[in-house]
Nanobody, 127 residues
Framework: QVQLVESGGGLVQAGGSLRLSCAAT????????MGWFRQAPGKEREFIAA????????YYADSVKGRFTISRDNAKNTVDLQMFSLKPEDTAVYFC????????????????????WGQGTQVTVSS
């Protein structure tokens, strides 16, 4: 079974930065896409960013574009999310997820498209 473990969450001041990491085990060559999502209290799980393992193609939600950067290390099976200029509205539990599209490699933005999920890591941004 695929295991995803997030780390790096914490409490930061607005305008600060934080780097999240997702360590993956049990992945196969079929796992083509890794994504980051977040969920704030009372809100739906929200797509943040995703990256393909093979080519490193990325896609970002408008809310984080220019502030967050997703990256991957294929040798280590890790996916990071570097967050800058954090805002209080970024406060949420952040999840990494793995997708294994069967038709072909493409980035999805809906949570139900992803097959495996980590337990999440809390990010709290104070004013």
């Amino acid at each position: 079974q695929v295991q995803l473990v997030e780390s790096g969450g914490g409490l930061v001041q607005a305008g600060g930065s934080l780097r999240l990491s997702c360590a993956a085990t049990g992945l196969t060559v079929s796992t083509a896409v890794m994504g980051w999502f977040r969920q704030a209290p009372g809100k739906e799980r929200e797509f943040i960013a995703a990256i393909t393992w093979s080519g490193g193609s990325t896609y970002y939600a408008d809310s984080v574009k220019g502030r967050f950067t997703i990256s991957r290390d294929n040798a280590k099976n890790t996916v990071d999310l570097q967050m800058f200029s954090l805002k209080p509205e970024d406060t949420a539990v952040y999840f990494c997820a793995a997708d294994s599209p069967r038709r072909g490699v493409k980035i999805a933005t809906i949570p139900r498209a992803y097959d495996y999920w980590g337990q999440g890591t809390q990010v709290t941004v104070s004013s």
